[in-house]
């Protein structure tokens, strides 16, 4: 849930201003109070930009919560992409 709440905010300020945020920390206090810890080690959430989104994820790997790019959401999966390629 901690993912979540931070990618929530991390979209709204994408919708602000266009881009990502640089770090978790400019989150602060406009979209979110404060940047929660990762239940795991106790320090802040780990962000990740990416050249198609970001992720905001915690020590454990499968504990992510992903956003894309504008340009790079409603896309087919890619096993579809490859099933309608002649």
């Known amino acids: 849930m901690r993912c979540a709440v931070v990618g929530i905010a991390c979209e709204r300020y994408r919708q602000k201003h266009g881009q990502w945020p640089a770090t978790l920390d400019a989150l602060t206090p406009n979209f979110i109070q404060a940047v929660p810890n990762d239940p795991l080690d106790g320090k802040q959430l780990k962000y990740t930009k990416r ?31 490859l099933e309608n390629t002649p």
Do not use: C, M, Y
């Not at 198609?52 to 454990?60: L, N």
């Not at 790997?61 to 340009?71: M, Q, S, V």
């Open 51 to 81: 050249a198609d989104g970001v992720t905001i994820h915690s020590t454990e790997k499968d504990i992510a919560f992903r956003l894309w790019n504008p340009e790079a959401r409603h896309q087919p999966p890619p096993d579809a992409k």
